[in-house]
């Protein structure tokens, strides 16, 4: 197929940022955290890798206080020794030798993080490789009528912000969670080696800790959810403005465009600050509950240190635990609001890639050239007969829009679809290239239900034209290979020739070398729609749809598309949908639709003998409104 759909415009669908959004929890926290875990698990050798290494270099790090402490003990009863004089003072190469060991234990703990993090790294960027990959590829499984309803922008929110938030907790999270629950249950070793009763005094911190910790954890968590939630709806607005900006400032839009960026930045405003502030209050907290304790323990530590219960050494060492006691704590309480986070985007990643997509393709009907009896062969060849057998269809299933449409084209044959604006022109077009299936009856091609090849094979029969054009940023020459990405630079030349786009195609700084950029407004709209049909000549198609292809360039250019396209139609099935009635009048066959149905058909001076809804459509062209002068 040679024409992609449109790029997105102004237009606001029922998941667009125009639309309401009621205020909601994670819909599934367990089971979206769940399947985060499933899909991790594909790497449960790296992670437990990491875990390893954490862990070492955790174990490595808590020790040093306890060994400090000895340095400290060392130093106070070589001091007070030397005062009492029972002793030569303070044993210096005793304490260079603790000192050095402890050089060593931090600088293994060091090699250890360094390694863990490494691993991890790798670990995050092959999740957010392999998410977008899944993510782009689910795109082109999904039907239609999903981005119908969805703004263009909240699927790229969750390609870029939603996957983003998972690399980074991955990245930065996994490990700080492995290490201060590592580092909490080490502490509370070393502390219960000190003294159990000073322990006891430290832990009765907890239980504080943990309530204050559950009710922000839980007031947070919605509003996690909403900031994601608000932040794609932003994007998508942001998107479809910079996308259809040319109309919006010709429209005068801006205001309005500024007051419904307002609505949604407003709701990401407030639900952003709400989940940092409720976040933020964290440490604040666990900073008063940690000094409480810290006061507590430092009057019972002075008391056994006069009583000569504890040594000066094990009191400091108790001390700098107590001190790094309440740290992990507060790692894993802010950590829990960043999974809270986390889970919010795995969730809205995970609907994504759980959405339904296109009905999967029938057992593949082949048909030979020769006989049109099914072939186990991997081409197919259709002749070009098309018949729509009593079809009815709606975007939605209780709004019909086709109601029972029949016709028969037999191959090579012209056909113009005409009628009013939402007769149904391009839904039928929709319908033949499989972009939608019929509610009811069927459209066969050669005979055979287009339900049974293929979408690929089916669209591989296709070239088609749109009103909208649509090319990408490239070089001329690269755009118009999209239609036979096989096609040498002779045939592509060739295809713009007989579109009658060489000419000013080489009077282009670069001619076919020249790069179109972004929107491809560095050439002008007839210009667009020109390459869209050479595009179309290059794809050699079997079938040709035309939906207003000429509709964009002068009347001195369309006469001269008009003959390429005589001839390309030669021996070719082409369905035209037409608003201009004059250019399809040497159709073999024209369809006149109103209000989904077909009301007459026949060729054009049959439809005119008959002065019905055709012939009045027909002559309505050139009929002069009364209130205008002769």
Same mark, same amino acid.
């Given at each position: 197929?040679?024409?992609?759909?449109?790029?997105?415009?102004?237009?606001?669908?029922?998941?667009?940022?125009?639309?309401?959004?009621?205020?909601?929890?994670?819909?599934?926290?367990?089971?979206?955290?769940?399947?985060?875990?499933?899909?991790?698990?594909?790497?449960?050798?790296?992670?437990?890798?990491?875990?390893?290494?954490?862990?070492?270099?955790?174990?490595?790090?808590?020790?040093?206080?306890?060994?400090?402490?000895?340095?400290?003990?060392?130093?106070?009863?070589?001091?007070?020794?030397?005062?009492?004089?029972?002793?030569?003072?303070?044993?210096?190469?005793?304490?260079?030798?603790?000192?050095?060991?402890?050089?060593?234990?931090?600088?293994?703990?060091?090699?250890?993080?360094?390694?863990?993090?490494?691993?991890?790294?790798?670990?995050?960027?092959?999740?957010?490789?392999?998410?977008?990959?899944?993510?782009?590829?689910?795109?082109?499984?999904?039907?239609?009528?999903?981005?119908?309803?969805?703004?263009?922008?909240?699927?790229?929110?969750?390609?870029?912000?939603?996957?983003?938030?998972?690399?980074?907790?991955?990245?930065?999270?996994?490990?700080?969670?492995?290490? =201060?629950?590592? $580092?909490? @249950? &080490?502490?509370?070793?070393?502390?219960?080696?000190?003294?159990? !009763?000073? /322990?006891?005094?430290? %832990?009765?911190?907890?239980?504080?800790?943990?309530?204050?910790?559950?009710?922000?954890?839980?007031?947070?968590?919605?509003?996690?959810?909403?900031?994601?939630?608000?932040?794609?709806?932003?994007?998508?607005?942001?998107?479809?403005?910079?996308?259809?900006?040319?109309?919006?400032?010709?429209?005068?839009?801006?205001?309005?465009?500024?007051?419904?960026?307002?609505?949604?930045?407003?709701?990401?405003?407030?639900?952003?600050?709400?989940?940092?502030?409720?976040?933020?209050?964290?440490?604040?907290?666990?900073?008063?509950?940690?000094?409480?304790?810290?006061?507590?323990?430092?009057?019972?530590?002075?008391?056994?240190?006069? =009583?000569?219960? $504890?040594? @000066? &050494?094990?009191?400091?060492?108790?001390?700098?635990?107590?001190? !790094?006691? /309440?740290?992990?704590? %507060?790692?894993?309480?802010?950590?829990?609001?960043?999974?809270?986070?986390?889970?919010?985007?795995?969730?809205?990643?995970?609907?994504?890639?759980?959405?339904?997509?296109?009905?999967?393709?029938?057992?593949?009907?082949?048909?030979?050239?020769?006989?049109?009896?099914?072939?186990?062969?991997?081409?197919?060849?259709?002749?070009?007969?098309?018949?729509?057998?009593?079809?009815?269809?709606?975007?939605?299933?209780?709004?019909?829009?086709?109601?029972?449409?029949?016709?028969?084209?037999?191959?090579?044959?012209?056909?113009?679809?005409?009628?009013?604006?939402?007769?149904?022109?391009?839904?039928?077009?929709?319908?033949?290239?499989?972009?939608?299936?019929?509610?009811?009856?069927?459209?066969?091609?050669?005979?055979?239900?287009?339900?049974?090849?293929?979408?690929?094979?089916?669209?591989?029969?296709?070239?088609?034209?749109?009103?909208?054009?649509?090319?990408?940023?490239?070089?001329?020459?690269?755009?118009?290979?999209?239609?036979?990405?096989?096609?040498?630079?002779?045939?592509?030349?060739?295809?713009?020739?007989?579109?009658?786009?060489?000419?000013?195609?080489?009077?282009?700084?670069?001619?076919?070398?020249?790069?179109?950029?972004?929107?491809?407004?560095?050439?002008?709209?007839?210009?667009?729609?020109?390459?869209?049909?050479?595009?179309?000549?290059?794809?050699?198609?079997?079938?040709?749809?035309?939906?207003?292809?000429?509709?964009?360039?002068?009347?001195?250019?369309?006469?001269?598309?008009?003959?390429?396209?005589?001839?390309?139609?030669?021996?070719?099935?082409?369905?035209?949908?037409?608003?201009?009635?004059?250019?399809?009048?040497?159709?073999?066959?024209?369809?006149?639709?109103?209000?989904?149905?077909?009301?007459?058909?026949?060729?054009?001076?049959?439809?005119?003998?008959?002065?019905?809804?055709?012939?009045?459509?027909?002559?309505?062209?050139?009929?002069?409104?009364?209130?205008?002068?002769?």
């Amino acid at each position: 197929m040679s024409q992609k759909t449109n790029r997105p415009g102004l237009g606001h669908g029922p998941g667009g940022p125009g639309a309401a959004h009621p205020v909601e929890k994670a819909k599934d926290f367990r089971g979206s955290f769940g399947k985060l875990v499933r899909y991790l698990a594909r790497y449960r050798v790296r992670f437990l890798l990491v875990l390893v290494f954490a862990v070492a270099s955790t174990i490595f790090s808590i020790l040093g206080p306890k060994i400090l402490g000895q340095a400290t003990t060392e130093l106070f009863e070589g001091i007070m020794g030397k005062i009492a004089g029972t002793s030569d003072g303070i044993d210096f190469g005793r304490i260079g030798q603790i000192l050095l060991f402890l050089l060593g234990l931090y600088v293994i703990s060091a090699a250890f993080s360094y390694l863990q993090g490494w691993i991890m790294t790798g670990v995050s960027m092959k999740v957010t490789y392999g998410l977008r990959g899944e993510i782009m590829s689910k795109i082109n499984r999904m039907p239609l009528s999903y981005f119908d309803s969805v703004s263009h922008g909240e699927v790229l929110s969750r390609v870029t912000n939603d996957v983003d938030t998972l690399n980074q907790t991955l990245n930065q999270s996994i490990t700080q969670i492995i290490t =201060s629950v590592t $580092m909490l @249950v &080490g502490i509370l070793v070393m502390m219960f080696s000190i003294s159990w !009763q000073l /322990t006891l005094v430290a %832990l009765c911190i907890l239980p504080v800790s943990s309530g204050f910790i559950a009710m922000i954890v839980r007031r947070s968590q919605k509003h996690f959810k909403q900031q994601q939630e608000f932040l794609g709806h932003v994007n998508g607005h942001v998107e479809e403005m910079y996308g259809g900006h040319v109309v919006m400032k010709a429209f005068n839009g801006e205001e309005d465009s500024l007051h419904r960026f307002d609505e949604c930045n407003d709701k990401l405003y407030e639900s952003a600050w709400k989940s940092q502030f409720l976040s933020g209050l964290m440490q604040p907290v666990m900073n008063f509950v940690g000094n409480l304790g810290y006061v507590a323990v430092c009057i019972l530590g002075g008391w056994y240190a006069s =009583s000569g219960v $504890m040594t @000066v &050494g094990d009191i400091q060492a108790f001390i700098q635990y107590m001190r !790094q006691f /309440t740290q992990p704590i %507060l790692q894993i309480a802010n950590i829990s609001n960043i999974l809270q986070q986390t889970t919010a985007a795995a969730e809205r990643v995970f609907e994504f890639l759980d959405a339904p997509e296109e009905e999967p393709d029938r057992p593949v009907v082949h048909v030979n050239e020769d006989d049109s009896v099914p072939d186990t062969d991997t081409n197919i060849h259709v002749k070009g007969s098309v018949q729509f057998a009593h079809v009815h269809f709606g975007y939605h299933p209780d709004k019909i829009i086709i109601h029972d449409f029949s016709a028969n084209i037999k191959p090579g044959q012209k056909v113009a679809i005409v009628g009013p604006t939402g007769a149904g022109k391009t839904t039928m077009v929709k319908l033949l290239m499989r972009f939608y299936d019929v509610n009811d009856g069927a459209i066969l091609i050669d005979g055979y239900d287009v339900r049974n090849f293929t979408r690929n094979e089916l669209r591989s029969q296709f070239g088609m034209v749109l009103q909208e054009t649509w090319l990408y940023n490239g070089t001329i020459r690269e755009n118009i290979r999209y239609g036979r990405l096989d096609a040498t630079d002779e045939e592509v030349e060739a295809a713009a020739k007989a579109a009658q786009a060489d000419h000013f195609i080489r009077t282009l700084p670069g001619g076919y070398d020249m790069v179109l950029n972004e929107e491809s407004s560095n050439v002008s709209q007839g210009q667009k729609q020109l390459l869209t049909i050479a595009r179309a000549i290059l794809s050699d198609p079997k079938i040709l749809i035309l939906d207003e292809a000429t509709s964009s360039v002068d009347t001195r250019t369309e006469i001269l598309i008009q003959k390429a396209m005589d001839q390309l139609m030669k021996g070719r099935t082409s369905f035209v949908i037409a608003h201009r009635l004059s250019t399809i009048r040497d159709a073999d066959c024209i369809l006149c639709m109103k209000d989904g149905d077909i009301v007459e058909q026949g060729t054009h001076e049959e439809l005119l003998e008959r002065g019905g809804f055709y012939a009045n459509l027909y002559n309505s062209q050139f009929e002069r409104p009364s209130s205008l002068p002769a």
